[in-house]
């Protein structure tokens, strides 16, 4: 999440006070810190783009993915 874009629509949707670039985080990205997200919550689906090679060119290309971030708040005590 580093658009300036995405960091709006973050903190718009946020229902507390956490920062978007550093209470915020993937599911995936909070796992590997050790800490788990409470059953049941809602994340905030944001755009993101991938770099990947095209298998058939060669050619480095760029394509959109859906992220569904969660924050500090929506962690299991």
Known sequence: ??????????????????EPYTQVKTYKAWKAEGKQVARGSKGIDTITYLDYQDEETGEDKTRPWHAYVFCECQLVK
């Open 1 to 18: 999440m580093a658009s300036a874009y995405n960091y709006a629509l973050v903190k718009s949707q946020l229902k507390c006070d956490c």
